[in-house]
């Protein structure tokens, strides 16, 4: 079946680091993905989405291309904030599948 | 739009005890989502609605769950006979289009006793 596999955390980076938060899957079809977030107290929200191969999705100042010959979709910042800190979720919408999320702590 | 809301926020009860949640999407959304969310784990789909109509129903929900969203609006998640293994977040979510980006609502936080 399908599935979303996404680096465990948590991940732990001073401010102005780069960073990398790997998602792969596994799906029939062409699914359309996802980075959602979830700051402190805060519900999910979108982040950023590809709809199909070689998409990339940017927000914020973070990325993520849709590799399909890689089936990985991973989320990419190049200088975090501690505005940053939250839990971050890749998603696949064609059956409604998440990852279990990679908290990120950035200290000052 | 002032986006998906859930209430009640938080839900104790008794272990046995019926629980009903309700959630209500932003008004020109057609589609509603309803996962569980446990601590350290990302959402776990448990059903979606077309308007009325529950399309998908997830193999893992169990006939305790039942969900309804008869105009097309609001919608509710009954629990029957909870258990302690019923203990999560329930999350709300809606969206305008087929499997596109969803709205998340706040969630609603059940302790089962």
């Known amino acids: 079946g399908n599935s979303v596999t996404q680096m465990e955390g948590p991940v732990t980076l001073s401010e102005e680091a780069f960073l990398t938060i790997n998602c792969t899957y596994t799906?029939?079809?062409?699914?359309?993905l996802f980075w959602y977030v979830q700051y402190p107290g805060e519900g999910l929200q979108l982040l950023l989405k590809?709809?199909?191969?070689?998409d990339k999705g940017s927000n914020k100042g973070f990325e993520a291309t849709y590799r399909k010959e890689t089936t990985s979709f991973h989320l990419e910042k190049g200088s975090v904030q501690v505005s940053d800190s939250a839990v971050y979720f890749c998603?696949?919408?064609?059956?409604?599948?998440f990852g279990a999320g990679t908290r990120l702590t950035v200290k000052p | 739009d002032t986006g998906v809301s859930q209430d009640p926020r938080h839900k104790i009860t008794k272990r046995g005890q019926n629980v009903t949640f309700r959630c209500d999407p932003i008004?020109?959304?057609?589609?509603l989502y309803w996962y569980r969310q446990t601590l350290g784990q990302g959402p776990e789909f448990l059903t979606y609605?077309?308007?009325?109509?529950?399309?998908?129903k997830s193999r893992l929900l169990s006939d305790r769950f039942s969900a309804e969203r008869p105009k097309g609006s609001f919608s509710t998640l009954e629990i029957q006979r909870t258990e302690q293994g019923d203990s999560a977040m329930y999350l709300c979510?809606?969206?305008?289009?087929?499997?596109?980006?969803?709205?998340f609502g706040p969630g609603t936080r059940l302790t089962v006793l």
């Open positions: 008004s020109e959304h057609n589609r």
């Open positions: 590809a709809t199909k191969a070689d």
């Open positions: 998603a696949l919408h064609n059956d409604m599948r």
């Open positions: 609605f077309q308007n009325e109509a529950q399309l998908e």
């Open positions: 799906a029939t079809g062409y699914p359309s």
């Open positions: 979510a809606s969206s305008a289009f087929d499997r596109e980006n969803h709205y």
